[in-house]
């Protein structure tokens, strides 16, 4: 490849090679930070309007978005506006490993702030800064990802969050979501509820238009809990043609008195010649 570069003196953005050349990140996911980062303030970056701008649909700008957001390019935060709406405002992040590292300390914004005197409009996203860092009181730090969970149940319940984009990659979840979602698998593995059960369950039957994977999985955790299983009962169970060990069943016979096929451990009659007439009316020998 050769580059043939021209000098731009203006109308130019600068992307950094942690963006562009990401071994992680998709390609979609790529294109829209790069269009995010180049965008002026106020604009909007919701699924909808990203959608309108490029014919990727909405579920791989989606995908892209909940990309971006898992690595930290993104940060999407519910505000109420000067009307009284609910917005989505999106803090876009050019260097967020310089961010990690240096905590409390912000870089120069990508785009400053929605003036004034643009009204909020409800159900939209828009390009905002990064808010300067404000001295809060100290509290505890969330428990990362990596740690050893408290309980059995949490070493099942992390991995098995973590690997749903295996059926469906709509099901990517940022650490935070897994965290939050984590004890409210527990009571299904408490329930007897086994990985593969629980598995099909949270990823069978997805919408076509999956804004919020986190959401529709909370929403399903919350009201599909099954009930836990009832206790076994004591003793061996006696079934027709089954051995009450829990072993074989046992082998076909053909019944001496109607030539029918039934399960015993010895030839004989079957239950219905021993128990009463034929069918025809005859008697049946004891």
Do not use: K
Not at 37 to 63: K, M, N, Q, T, Y
Not at 191 to 217: K, Q
């Amino acid at each position: 490849m050769t580059h043939i570069r021209q000098y731009q003196p203006d109308r130019y953005t600068i992307i950094g090679n942690h963006l562009a050349q990401h071994r992680e990140l998709s390609l979609t996911a790529i294109g829209v930070g790069t269009h995010i980062l180049s965008l002026p303030e106020g604009a909007s970056v919701d699924i909808r309007s990203l959608a309108a701008r490029f014919p990727e649909g909405r579920d791989r700008i989606a995908f892209a978005l909940r990309e971006l957001v898992a690595h930290g390019y993104l940060e999407r935060v519910r505000e109420r506006g000067a009307s009284g709406h609910v917005i989505t405002r999106t803090y876009a992040y050019n260097d967020p490993a310089a961010e990690r590292a240096r905590p409390g300390v912000a870089d120069e914004p990508v785009a400053t702030s929605v003036p004034a005197s643009v009204p909020s409009v409800p159900s939209s996203e828009s390009v905002a800064p990064v808010p300067p860092s404000v001295p809060a009181e100290p509290s505890a730090a969330p428990e990362p990802l990596g740690e050893p969970p408290r309980t059995p149940h949490h070493r099942t319940a992390v991995p098995l969050l973590a690997g749903l984009r295996r059926t469906d990659d709509r099901l990517t979840l940022a650490e935070r979501d897994i965290r939050r979602l984590a004890p409210d698998l527990v009571p299904w593995l408490e329930n007897g509820a086994g990985p593969t059960a629980i598995h099909r369950t949270l990823t069978a039957r997805l919408p076509d238009v999956l804004e919020s994977p986190a959401g529709l999985l909370a929403h399903r955790l919350r009201d599909l809990l099954p009930l836990p299983l009832p206790p076994l009962p004591e003793g061996p169970v006696a079934l027709y043609g089954r051995d009450p060990g829990g072993g074989r069943p046992d082998p076909f016979q053909t019944c001496d008195g109607c030539d029918r096929a039934f399960r015993a451990r010895e030839p004989g009659r079957c239950r219905d010649c021993r128990s009463g007439p034929t069918e025809a009316g005859g008697a049946v020998a004891a």
